[in-house]
């Protein structure tokens, strides 16, 4: 039997080399196949916005959002990790908004942790956060909240920022850090530089775990992929297909059969 993934368990997992498994999920269905497969964190993303709201970016994602998702996933898992993903404008206007917000994840939804985006200007809100014990998980590197700042998606590659920002979060209280859009080298260096454990997006091998959006890594999806998705199925293929084939046998008579009969 395997015992449920805590903060503790993931520090271990670093010290002893051994990779974390993580992977967004929004629902039921796909928290159940997740935690059966034994993935160690499921995050319940603001990505929710881009890939199952259909919007253009994660900007407009609300806090109601979140822990409707948040719970779903939540009833749904046994063993993994939930981290909840604090949305936009949840944190970003006072640390006592914040910490109210934060602790709505693990009273209202059941996760048992938060993550939130950005480096050394959120380590006080980090501070506050983890003080009330709300593990927090950092984000830092390529943060979409910040898009507008950032003119766009891009790569970032300031290293001594990257570094002080990682340093930072981890001296505030953060439990692990998300190291997006970062060139390999710099978050090989992030990762042996920090105690608390690195997950990567777009950032190379060398983070103690890995993370993908799940509808980009399924196939779940028509929209534009970042080089970084590896895609282990084209589920959006099979749907197609299937309905295809349903559309074709309710109108030729084949379906239903007698079989599906009463
Ligand atoms: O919202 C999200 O899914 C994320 C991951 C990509 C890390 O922040």
């Known amino acids: 039997m395997t015992s449920p993934v805590t903060v503790t368990k993931l520090l271990s997992m670093k010290q002893k080399g051994e990779k974390i498994v993580a992977l967004t999920a929004y629902d039921f269905p796909f928290a159940r196949i997740l935690d059966g497969c034994g993935v160690h964190v499921i995050l319940v993303g603001d990505s929710l916005g881009n890939v199952v709201q259909g919007k253009a970016n994660t900007l407009p994602v609300t806090m109601d959002e979140m822990i409707y998702h948040t719970q779903m996933v939540a009833r749904a898992t046994e063993n993994a990790l939930v ?13 006592k908004h914040a910490i109210k917000n934060a602790g709505r994840f693990l009273k209202e939804a059941g996760a048992a942790a938060i993550k939130l985006e950005g480096g050394a200007t959120v380590s006080e809100t980090i501070r506050a956060i983890s003080a009330t014990g709300i593990p927090v998980q950092a984000h830092i590197g390529l943060t979409p909240q910040s898009i507008h700042q950032m003119g766009g998606h891009k790569v970032q590659r300031d ?22 859009g970062i060139p390999a080298d710099i978050a090989g260096k992030i990762t042996k530089a920090l105690t608390i454990p690195t997950i990567g997006i777009g950032a190379g091998p060398d983070c103690d775990g890995q993370i993908l959006v799940l509808h980009d890594m399924l196939g779940l ?8 998705v590896k895609q282990y199925a084209r589920l959006m293929d099979n749907a197609k297909a299937a309905v295809t ?15 599906h009969c009463y």
């Open 159 to 180: 290293e001594d920022r990257l570094m002080q920002d990682a340093l930072k979060v981890q001296e505030a209280g953060a439990f692990s850090v998300v190291l997006e």
């Open 245 to 259: 084939l349903y559309q074709d046998e309710v109108q030729t008579g084949r379906f239903p059969a007698k079989e």
């Open 83 to 95: 981290v909840g993903d604090m949305p936009f404008m949840s944190y970003q206007t006072s640390i």
């Open 221 to 228: 999806t028509d929209r534009h992929l970042p080089r970084f």
